[in-house]
């Protein structure tokens, strides 16, 4: 019985949504989490945070005020950093994404003051760091999926350069909008990897607030019907952030 249910649960973990397999900087390819990791004994540390995501699946509004809205279901950092110099980049590789699920993508940062392990999720102050969202087009458009599927499913983001040295954990995320269209239809997908950042900066991401209190379900860009001829989308979320010293401020892009 079991492996037949196991068995019956294979095909929608293939098909469906995705999730980071990988993430590549300064050269140096790097393991995500990959959620049937959960049954290796001991489960290996990855860059990734782990989460109970075996179905590739998604955070839904209804659930936007809980932890899982943080690092997806049960997140907890893995024990692993991607080693980075501020102002280089760093690219995310989704192991799929299906063409369907357009929206936004959208990264946020967050400080960690010593080890991500050691801090409570939900406790996590986050920063906006870089978003795309309706590119061209409507009914559905051109989206920022769409550039990230003709990019062999990734999508890079620059760490500041005068990010202070540290640990970071920064959340990428596609909203999925297909089905947004009802109360409740939109899909998080929110991916947490820890990064160790080396540099001379001593910038800090500002203005940060919970994951917790990033979206509601009647936000205009979580409830958004894709197939009208809509003329503007609204990206969900706080406003871009700012990293700054003690004396001067400046846009992260
Ligand atoms: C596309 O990404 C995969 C990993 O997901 C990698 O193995 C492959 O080399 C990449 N292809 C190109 C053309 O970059
Ligand atoms: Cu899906």
New binding site residues.
């Given amino acids: 019985m079991r492996s037949a249910v196991l068995l019956a649960a294979l095909p929608a973990l293939v098909s469906a949504h995705g999730h980071v397999?990988?993430v590549k900087a300064d050269g140096v390819l790097y393991q995500g989490w990959n959620a049937a990791f959960q049954y290796q004994n001991p489960v290996p540390k990855t860059v990734g945070w782990k989460a109970d995501n075996l179905d590739n699946g998604f955070v839904s509004p209804d659930a936007f005020a809980t932890s899982a809205i943080v690092c997806h279901k049960q997140g907890a950092s893995n024990g692993a950093y991607v080693n980075v110099k501020a102002g280089s980049t760093a690219t995310f590789?989704w192991?799929t994404w299906p063409v369907t699920h357009k929206g936004p993508v959208i990264d946020y940062i967050a400080a960690c003051n010593g080890d991500c392990g050691a801090v409570a999720s939900t406790s996590l102050s986050w920063t906006k760091l870089d978003q795309k969202g309706w590119l061209s087009g409507s009914n559905p458009g051109t989206w920022a999926t769409d550039n990230l599927i003709a990019a062999?499913?990734?999508w890079t983001i620059t760490i500041p350069s005068n990010l202070a040295s540290g640990n970071y954990v920064v959340r990428h995320e596609i909203i999925a909008l297909h089905a947004a269209g009802s109360t409740n239809g939109a899909q998080a997908y929110p991916q947490c990897v820890n990064f160790a950042v080396t540099g001379s900066g001593s910038a800090k991401p500002q203005g940060g607030v919970p994951a917790t209190s990033f979206y509601k379900a009647s936000d205009p860009g979580i409830l958004f019907n894709l197939y009208t001829a809509f003329t503007s989308y609204t990206i969900p979320g706080p406003a871009l952030g700012k990293i700054a010293k003690r004396e001067h401020a400046r846009e992260f892009n």
């Fill in positions: 397999e990988q590789y192991d062999n499913n990734t």
